[in-house]
Nanobody, 121 residues
Framework: QVQLIESGGGLVQVGGSLRLSCLAS????????AAWFRRAPGREREFVAG????????SYGNSVKGRFAISRNNARSTIYLQMNNLKVEDTAIYYC??????????????WGQGTQVTVSL
């Protein structure tokens, strides 16, 4: 059974940092692309960052470029999102997703339950 389990969310002040993790249980032997998305209250889901299996190809949403960094450790079947210089507008539920084609860009076959990130003044 495949499960994407996010962790690392929480409450942080403006300018602070958080590191999210996504454990891809059940995908240890699969080559998949991964991505982080977020959804803020009253807003549509937004692409945050994506990474291919090799880790060599990364992409970011315009609102997080230069502040967030996506990485992965395939041996640990874990995808990370390092978030620096956080802003109030980064407040959202963050979701991890897996694209089994490996190419990235979707469609995404599996989604996690999400982890809440709240940035306060």
């Amino acid at each position: 059974q495949v499960q994407l389990i996010e962790s690392g969310g929480g409450l942080v002040q403006v300018g602070g940092s958080l590191r999210l993790s996504c454990l891809a249980s059940g995908l240890e032997d699969a080559n998949f692309a991964a991505a982080w998305f977020r959804r803020a209250p009253g807003r549509e889901r937004e692409f945050v960052a994506g990474i291919r299996w090799s880790g060599a190809n990364k992409s970011y949403g315009n609102s997080v470029k230069g502040r967030f960094a996506i990485s992965r450790n395939n041996a640990r079947s874990t995808i990370y999102l390092q978030m620096n210089n956080l802003k109030v507008e980064d407040t959202a539920i963050y979701y991890c997703a897996a694209d089994m084609s490996g190419r990235g860009g979707g469609p995404y076959n599996y989604w996690g339950q999400g982890t809440q990130v709240t940035v306060s003044l």
